[in-house]
């Protein structure tokens, strides 16, 4: 099988993989094996640390081969296409390959090409389906539940491959999700609710970065007015629940999106336990995958 959507996953593997990455958590810094002699390719189209990392980490913790193509010095510059790519690395026999690309739908095309499975570990604006996995379980770990949880997802909504994966999967866990941006970057299925609304009362508070290189067009925010209209301050924080924990997927732009006393907050800020998750969650799907 392939992991491409959070709809791939029926809701007995949606467990597996959360009960799994729990029990890892704790061993995420040893090497527990597994899955020696395989080897995984991520090919990476766009930047990434938190993903690429991760993936190469969980690959040599579980005993598995991670090589990486640097697609800035591939054929990728000479032309080739993402298919004749595919079929050149399909022809190496790997046995998993993890792909982010920056069009909607192109780790579906690789997939349909590779006889390994693929996973989608970004693709443009459509999905992230290992973000929404590492997500819940980083909630699951520090808050025992998902279900019933009141989640705040803020930020560029339009543009944000995590927050369609989190709110398909975290709605299927039980969560209630609200969604809330500047009107301009909220997708026109979206009703507008403003951010304090969406806030207001939330057990987690999920930021998402502004992704200025997927506009058309320029917000034309000057400096600081993004944060104070929109980002999360302790001011805005203090109308969630006393409890409430805080969430970024990652990079953040401090100043912009969060402001720096709320993403270093020790004890509301799980923005680390997400990173250390992201290991255990992505170690539970390439056992789910190849073991």
Sequence with gaps: MDLLSIDDLSDAQIARILD????????????????????????????????????????????????????EHSSVKKGETLEDTARTLNAMRPDLLVLRHSENGAPAEVAAIMD?????????????????????????????????????????????????????????????VRLSGPPELLPAEVATVSVEDAIGGADVVMMLRVQRERQEQELGDAPGEYLRLYGL??????????????????????????ADVVADDPARSLIALQVEMGVATRMACLEMLLA
């Design 20 to 71: 799994r990455a729990l029990a890892i958590h704790p061993q995420v810094g040893r090497t527990v094996g597994g899955l020696e002699g395989r080897i995984v390719f991520n090919v990476f189209y766009e930047n990434s640390t938190r993903t690429a990392m991760s993936f190469a980490t969980a690959a040599h913790r579980l005993g598995a081969a991670a090589i990486s193509l640097s697609v």
């Design 116 to 176: 390994a499975p693929v996973i989608n570990a970004g693709d443009g604006t459509n999905e992230h389906p290992t973000q929404a996995l590492l997500d819940a379980a980083t909630l699951r770990q520090r808050l025992g539940r998902i279900e019933g949880l009141k989640v705040a997802i803020v930020g560029d909504i339009k543009h944000s491959r995590v927050a369609r994966s989190n709110a398909k999967l975290l709605r299927r866990l039980g969560a209630d």
């Design 233 to 258: 301050t302790p001011e805005r924080l203090a109308l969630a629940d006393r409890h409430a924990v805080v969430l970024h997927p990652g990079p953040m732009n401090r100043g912009v999106e969060i």
